[in-house]
């Protein structure tokens, strides 16, 4: 057999560490069996994926190493690899499945659906399409078709028995019908689903092997039905253990740093982070923690991933890096990559319009750029000296922490009408506002813009650093988490 596997991210955010992680076992996997790995890009959620994303998914992936052999970029025999680009293909597929009997046309209103979805939940059942629209007759059907009623397709389900998927890690898996909605496959936009779109184009990628995050086993008796209905094989699933906090619960973002980028941009190697991403859940023959990516290809067998939910912890990466920094660069090689990660001319031509009117000599530069070359500042109690209520200041970093979440695509103009809102949400001006800001960021107040300070060092970086004054003032402890998310709830931005 002719291994392929694939990635296939949505460019709907900062490049996720979760997806490297899945790419890695991806083409560990398909190198092993001397196949081929491809990215695809599945950008149907037309409002939220944006070619910043895309473009970043692919440069991070890069700079960790990943190579693919068919995508966006490389083209390949089955492209476009691109979703957005194969519209036409889904909506002939979906066709097929109206043509035998295998989908329907549900005419139900968003008010319909949301009235049955309160039902649903007053009544502690499980939340789904009840089947309104299958007993509609055909000529009816056509005749709204034709009026142009809007309308979106669903594949029919089995209402009744257990359905058994097999997993390579986890054996079979059991699921009753009853629990699988009858899924939308083709909105009323006539864009598909994330389920239709994904099946059709891992058979006609021809992808054997599917490795893919364990949040997506609930979605995996839908897709085997699809292959049934069109009469595919379906590929092997491997559902791989998702990455965890050290409090064991996913890694989220609120939580922990999840963004390639953050890690780029705190100096991690990517040798080192890649290698790391190798020790989540998997581990070398002889349990050694340091090793190359050629060194895990070589000994890879997917048998060896264990499903006991594996910890991304910063502590250890810590460890890693610094093993990865002391024993494998030479003087020559630590001098080029701190350039190009840091003194790089993009880097610099970025800053220094900042930087420039504020420069009397050469050497005003490197302490005026060292906290954007930074990872967590050395700050103290004694930076926030001027102000007296400890509480409230506190809770204006954690209300900006959060609104900062939301701000996305990681712009200037952006961070800068998020920061506003929030302010003038709270009743402050906005030179109070970001008066404390400036310290979680900068460290100082005697710098240049606290917004261009945030739009350099990033969505992450950022957010981690006001996490961090949080805690260095002693954070928001448990009992006054409720009071704080209530507030801030109550001021009418985005949710917490
Ligand atoms: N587009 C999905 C994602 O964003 C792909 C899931 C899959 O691998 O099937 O992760």
Redesign the pocket.
Known sequence: MNVRTR????PTGDPHVG?AY?ALFNLCFARQHGGKFILRI?DTDQQRSTDESEAAILASLRWLGLEWDEGPDVGGPHAPYRQSERSGIYRQHADILLERGHAFRCFCTSERLDALRREQQAAQQTPGYDGHCLALDAADVERRVAAGESHVVRMKVPREGVCVVQDMLRGEISIEWSQVDMQVLLKADGMPT?HLA?VVDDHLMEITH?L??EE?IN?APKHMLLYQYFGWQMPALCHMPLLRNPDKSKLSKRKNPTSILYYRRMGYLPEALLNYLGRMGWSMPDEREKFTLAEMLANFAIERVSLGGPVFDLAKLDWLNALWIRENLSLDQLADRLQEWALNRDNLLQLLPHLQPRMERLSDFAPAAAFLASGMLPLTEAHFAAWTDRDALVRQLQFTQWRLESVTPWERDRIFAAVKALAEEMGLKIRDFLAPLFIAIAGTSATISVIDSMHMLGSDLSRARVRHAIEMLGGVSKKKLKDVEKAYAALGGPPA
Do not use: D, F, K, M
């Open positions: 990635i296939a991210p949505s997806t899945i599945e994330y994904n599917v893919r995050g997506w979605s």
